[in-house]
């Protein structure tokens, strides 16, 4: 196994376990039941599992089009959740603190992913 298809599924469960500890979190706070936590829930981990679900797709097969949108996908959300970590002066929780830079993880594994195929082609 090459090491960007390591870095690439450490990525992955790392983005889904802050997905999961940013639901429970946010769960006794707003209740999965309420419009309230309905919409928290759209708004902070299900972004994160998307993200890694796209990047569990260039880890099957990486294409060009899978790795095209997993890496649309890394700048968008890098660029949604980086200005409040900068403008925290990164004095945040850890969790999103964490997020952005789960992303850059993703991001940078898989270009080097898209690399190793580009060469293998």
């Given at each position: 196994m090459?090491g960007a298809?390591?870095?690439?599924?450490?990525?992955?469960?790392?983005?889904?376990?802050?997905?999961?500890?940013?639901?429970?979190?946010?769960?006794?706070?707003?209740?999965?039941?309420t419009?309230?936590?309905?919409?928290?829930?759209l708004?902070?981990?299900?972004?994160?599992?998307?993200?890694?679900?796209?990047?569990?797709?260039?880890?099957?097969?990486?294409?060009?089009v899978a790795?095209?949108?997993?890496l649309?996908?890394?700048?968008?959300?890098?660029?949604?959740?980086?200005?409040?970590v900068?403008?925290?002066?990164?004095?945040?929780?850890?969790?999103p603190l964490?997020?952005?830079?789960?992303?850059?993880?993703l991001?940078?594994?898989?270009?080097?992913?898209a690399?190793?195929?580009?060469?293998?082609?």
């Amino acid at each position: 196994m090459s090491g960007a298809r390591l870095a690439l599924r450490l990525g992955v469960l790392l983005c889904l376990a802050t997905a999961a500890l940013t639901l429970l979190a946010l769960q006794s706070e707003y209740p999965g039941s309420t419009r309230a936590g309905m919409r928290v829930a759209l708004e902070e981990p299900l972004p994160l599992a998307l993200l890694a679900w796209l990047h569990l797709v260039v880890l099957d097969r990486p294409r060009r089009v899978a790795v095209a949108a997993a890496l649309a996908a890394d700048a968008l959300y890098i660029a949604l959740a980086l200005p409040s970590v900068v403008r925290a002066g990164f004095r945040l929780p850890p969790l999103p603190l964490a997020e952005p830079f789960v992303a850059l993880l993703l991001a940078a594994a898989t270009l080097a992913m898209a690399r190793e195929a580009s060469r293998r082609a």
